[in-house]
């Protein structure tokens, strides 16, 4: 048995992005953004000493990692993905890489993580971690910067506003001192997981892509790794955002799409209102009869459909998604 198999055979799972971006829900300081909830730091340039405040203020209450395990179950899900850290750089496990997460700096002082794996260990739920290895705003040398001064439809992909002299920025040093270890310490720390999903590859060189993906193979052989590790590697292909293809061959065309391993390992992730990271005032939100379409559609060309849900800053999923995702099992 292959290590794809189980992958293969799923076909819908849950994914979940989750963060200190829950508490500003879309709104700073008067102001609303239209863009997606987790790019709010990079969408309106709140300064690091700022945006680290929101972390007094990280109190989910009523956070129940059984109640959303027991969501996925209902809604006929066979694996969850889990922001283990986001573009923000504010880990939801405890870190000895970084203070800078939810049990060292938050009242809060719960491993999320933890939780979850044990949880999905219980109820015999495949568990993956987005883990962001490009991007990270906390760091000075974090990612994205070789984009330029550029807006990427969010806000700049790198921390300009407290780091503004790109030229001079080295992504090497964050990814020797906090990425790696911290990927490691993902790997090793809570239990098997089905999947590591990353994110965003853009001044990740081939070399470093390699070392996480080799690292990978080394403390957890069944572990998948998706293709935005970058440079062409991983195991499977991860689709752009809400991306849902009319036909199957178009997934094989040639171009700058064409990095993907496996042709026969492919997962799309969709939203299911507009936003991944929670908005108080996103309310479009797809129906049942949407959900079951796309995911007949997408299955029937071979391809996983991957379903986000944004917790609020209570830990709570919102109930109109636990509604819709219950009423579009099949």
Known sequence: M???????????GMMIHWGLYALPAGEWKGRRMSEIGEWVQARFHIPGKEYRKLCEAFNPVFFDAEEWVRLAEDAGMKYMVVT?????????????????????????????IGELAEACHRHGMKLGLYYSQDLDWSEPNGGGYTAGHTWCGFGPWTNEWDY??????????????????????????????????????QTISPEQSRQLYDMVRQLQPDCLVNSRIGNGMGDYRSLHDN???????????????????????VESACTLNDTWGYKSFDANWKSPETIIRNRKH?????????LNVGPDALGRIPAPACEILRKAKY
């Open 84 to 112: 283990s850290k986001h573009h923000d750089g504010f880990a939801l496990f405890h870190s000895k890489v970084s203070s800078y997460n939810v049990v060292d700096a938050t009242p809060f002082g719960r491993d999320v």
């Open 2 to 12: 292959s290590r794809g198999d189980w992958f293969r055979e799923a076909g819908y």
């Open 164 to 201: 503004p002299d790109n030229a001079h920025k080295d992504y090497s040093q964050c990814f020797r001192d906090k990425i790696v270890p911290q990927v490691r310490e993902i790997l090793t720390g809570y239990g098997e997981l089905a999947l590591i999903w990353f994110d965003t590859p």
């Open 243 to 265: 991306q849902i293809p009319d036909v199957r061959q178009s997934l094989n065309a040639a171009g700058k799409d064409n990095y993907y391993i496996s042709a026969d390992l």
């Open 298 to 306: 997408l299955n029937s060309l071979g391809i996983n459909y991957l």
